[in-house]
């Protein structure tokens, strides 16, 4: 509940009715065709899919190319380019199977209409290797002697990727957007500004970007994929994605029906939307749904083991002590409005868990805190060096709550907003000691998550964020990506992640939702762990 003036009350009336009008007149001129509309607070950067590193990207790049194999909205992998598939008995040999009729966009890099073949997939991985972006997917691929990748071509729908080790999840690798396949002609007629101009083979093609204004993509009308019932897809004629960047002003677009969806949960959608529980409230389900499913991102505090060595935060016990100290209930409850999972069960979501982290994160313990404080001489919290934590506006709310919980308890913390470029910079070159962050997983295995502790990953070059390094995780880590026995490498992550738990690098704070606010007029738009918009299969209601 919140109170408001009575100005407050005239203003919120007045941009209703601005927004009422601004958005009216952009929905009356496509009125005639299927368009899906919904808004990116964050923007897109880039339409190549090699650049596909964060949710805005990674949902345009879905739509415009295709990778070898697909998620469905259960997590399973699907055909898609490749019709089948086939692995070695030592799992170092990966097959796939190429239709015959899939083609490229239409662009003035072809002379006519142009198939994607088997070299074209030789050649996006390769693109991947030489520009060094998404270097992890290529790392597990052998290298020739002139270190290209070792991908044989034997004919135009055959594919052989020849690994480095046995590596179990591979074949979801080859399901992710950002290995969407590119054709040769087109990165190198477009030059640099290929993530301008992207061709690719999707459902649908590019028709206008206006930088920070919106991107429109229409049908495309020759696509491979049908429905089970031999219609051809995607049903409707196009995607027009807004780039608003204030909550609220899309929130009113939406209100009024110039939105078909509406994502996550910012503070002016929970505050209008959603009642005291987390559910829709019920004056708004006539018109809207609301869709929510456990979402493969876990919200963390990190701290940089690195980065002031001499600082009281280096001791793993102050670092406990300040995650004994929190109540995350009181976080996802009150802040979030039962939107989220407190992370009780560690680092990793509860879907992928192999072993729960100690039950002595489950509720705040003072007790035990100062103990361990006391362990390394700091009879109080008050007797901490003071530090910072560092978040983006988005994440503010909720860490304002955490910090003034830790001010409570005598620790000298301040909570500082800046930018999300600023801080994703700042984190990659490891200059925040304490920091706010968030990991959604790029496939759905534990293997993702505890990436995050392998030294090799340190940043810049992965997302090892913290700088952890333990010789033995190390170790574990890399034979549980050669062992074939799912069992067998199970027990050696649950071994990794006890190591991680020792130190406590990090603090999981909640295990976050995939939230959609769905107009009624929209059908076969579904929902998935991996926050993945699929949209080749909605339908849309005159």
Same mark, same amino acid.
């Given at each position: 509940?919140?109170?408001?003036?009575?100005?407050?009350?005239?203003?919120?009336?007045?941009?209703?009715?601005?927004?009422?009008?601004?958005?009216?007149?952009?929905?009356?001129?496509?009125?005639?065709?299927?368009?899906?509309?919904?808004?990116?607070?964050?923007?897109?950067?880039?339409?190549?899919?090699?650049?596909?590193?964060?949710?805005?990207?990674?949902?345009? $790049? /879905?739509?415009?190319? =295709?990778? @070898? &194999? *697909?998620?469905?909205?259960?997590?399973?992998?699907?055909?898609? !380019?490749?019709?089948?598939?086939?692995?070695?008995?030592?799992?170092?040999?990966?097959?796939?199977?190429?239709?015959?009729?899939?083609?490229?966009?239409?662009?003035?890099?072809?002379?006519?209409?142009?198939?994607?073949?088997?070299?074209? $997939? /030789?050649?996006?991985? =390769?693109? @991947? &290797? *030489?520009?060094?972006?998404?270097?992890?997917?290529?790392?597990? !691929?052998?290298?020739?002697?002139?270190?290209?990748?070792?991908?044989?071509?034997?004919?135009?729908?055959?594919?052989?990727?020849?690994?480095?080790?046995?590596?179990?999840?591979?074949?979801?690798?080859?399901?992710?957007?950002?290995?969407?396949?590119?054709?040769?002609?087109?990165?190198?007629?477009?030059?640099?500004?290929?993530?301008?101009?992207?061709?690719?083979?999707?459902?649908?093609?590019?028709?206008?970007?206006?930088?920070?204004?919106?991107?429109?993509?229409?049908?495309?009308?020759?696509?491979?994929?049908?429905?089970?019932?031999?219609?051809?897809?995607?049903?409707?004629?196009?995607?027009?994605?807004?780039?608003?960047?204030?909550?609220?002003?899309?929130?009113?677009?939406?209100?009024?029906?110039?939105?078909?969806?509406?994502?996550?949960?910012?503070?002016?959608?929970?505050?209008?939307?959603?009642?005291?529980?987390?559910?829709?409230?019920?004056?708004?389900?006539?018109?809207?749904?609301?869709?929510?499913?456990?979402?493969?991102?876990?919200?963390?505090?990190?701290?940089?083991?690195?980065?002031?060595?001499?600082?009281?935060?280096?001791?793993?016990?102050?670092?406990?002590?300040?995650?004994?100290?929190?109540?995350?209930?009181?976080?996802?409850?009150?802040?979030?409005?039962?939107?989220?999972?407190?992370?009780?069960?560690?680092?990793?979501?509860?879907?992928?868990?192999?072993?729960?982290?100690?039950?002595?994160?489950?509720?705040?313990?003072?007790?035990?805190?100062?103990?361990?404080?006391?362990?390394?001489?700091?009879?109080?919290?008050?007797?901490?060096?003071?530090?910072?934590?560092?978040?983006?506006?988005?994440?503010?709310?909720?860490?304002?709550?955490?910090?003034?919980?830790?001010?409570?308890?005598?620790?000298?913390?301040?909570?500082?907003?800046?930018?999300?470029?600023?801080?994703?910079?700042?984190?990659?070159?490891?200059?925040?000691?304490?920091?706010?962050?968030?990991?959604?997983?790029?496939?759905?295995?534990?293997?993702?998550?505890?990436?995050?502790?392998?030294?090799?990953?340190?940043?810049?070059?992965?997302?090892?964020?913290?700088?952890?390094?333990?010789?033995?995780?190390?170790?574990?880590?890399?034979?549980?990506?050669?062992?074939?026995?799912?069992?067998?490498?199970?027990?050696?992550?649950?071994?990794?992640?006890?190591?991680?738990?020792?130190?406590?690098?990090?603090?999981?704070?909640?295990?976050?939702?995939?939230?959609?606010?769905?107009?009624?007029?929209?059908?076969?738009?579904?929902?998935?762990?991996?926050?993945?918009?699929?949209?080749?299969?909605?339908?849309?209601?005159?």
């Amino acid at each position: 509940m919140f109170l408001c003036s009575m100005n407050n009350v005239r203003g919120v009336i007045f941009l209703l009715a601005m927004a009422m009008v601004w958005f009216s007149c952009r929905k009356s001129a496509s009125n005639e065709k299927q368009i899906f509309r919904y808004n990116d607070l964050a923007g897109i950067t880039s339409l190549d899919p090699a650049f596909a590193n964060n949710l805005s990207n990674i949902w345009a $790049v /879905q739509q415009l190319y =295709n990778s @070898l &194999l *697909q998620f469905d909205d259960n997590l399973q992998i699907q055909p898609c !380019i490749a019709k089948r598939w086939e692995a070695s008995d030592d799992n170092t040999l990966f097959t796939c199977y190429l239709r015959d009729d899939v083609y490229f966009h239409p662009a003035p890099c072809f002379t006519g209409p142009r198939k994607l073949v088997a070299s074209d $997939v /030789q050649f996006t991985f =390769n693109r @991947l &290797l *030489q520009t060094g972006n998404a270097t992890w997917v290529t790392s597990y !691929i052998q290298r020739n002697e002139n270190d290209s990748l070792l991908i044989d071509c034997p004919n135009d729908s055959t594919v052989t990727f020849h690994l480095q080790r046995s590596f179990m999840p591979f074949v979801q690798i080859l399901a992710l957007p950002m290995v969407g396949i590119v054709p040769e002609e087109a990165l190198i007629f477009y030059g640099q500004d290929f993530g301008r101009n992207p061709v690719g083979t999707g459902p649908f093609l590019m028709k206008r970007w206006v930088e920070n204004e919106k991107l429109v993509l229409s049908k495309n009308n020759s696509y491979f994929e049908c429905d089970s019932l031999g219609n051809s897809l995607p049903y409707i004629d196009g995607v027009a994605i807004s780039f608003i960047k204030d909550p609220q002003t899309v929130l009113l677009g939406f209100m009024t029906g110039s939105f078909d969806m509406l994502s996550g949960m910012e503070k002016p959608y929970r505050e209008t939307l959603v009642n005291e529980q987390g559910d829709l409230k019920t004056s708004f389900r006539a018109d809207m749904d609301l869709l929510r499913i456990p979402f493969l991102n876990t919200e963390y505090i990190g701290f940089n083991l690195t980065s002031e060595p001499n600082h009281s935060l280096r001791y793993p016990q102050v670092r406990q002590a300040l995650h004994l100290v929190l109540d995350k209930q009181m976080i996802t409850k009150y802040v979030r409005r039962d939107v989220g999972i407190p992370a009780y069960q560690g680092f990793l979501p509860p879907s992928l868990q192999v072993v729960s982290w100690p039950t002595r994160y489950d509720r705040p313990n003072r007790t035990t805190a100062l103990q361990l404080l006391q362990e390394v001489g700091y009879e109080h919290p008050s007797m901490v060096d003071p530090f910072t934590l560092y978040c983006d506006p988005l994440s503010a709310d909720v860490y304002t709550q955490l910090v003034n919980q830790w001010r409570r308890e005598g620790f000298r913390v301040k909570l500082e907003v800046i930018d999300r470029p600023t801080l994703r910079s700042q984190l990659a070159k490891g200059q925040l000691l304490c920091f706010r962050a968030s990991w959604i997983a790029d496939f759905p295995d534990p293997n993702t998550y505890l990436s995050l502790f392998y030294s090799p990953n340190f940043s810049p070059r992965g997302p090892n964020y913290t700088h952890f390094h333990n010789v033995k995780a190390d170790q574990l880590f890399e034979q549980s990506m050669s062992e074939t026995d799912d069992s067998l490498r199970m027990a050696m992550y649950r071994e990794m992640y006890a190591l991680v738990e020792a130190e406590s690098p990090v603090i999981p704070v909640y295990y976050d939702e995939v939230i959609r606010f769905v107009r009624h007029r929209v059908s076969g738009l579904g929902i998935n762990a991996m926050n993945l918009l699929l949209l080749k299969s909605v339908k849309i209601q005159s």
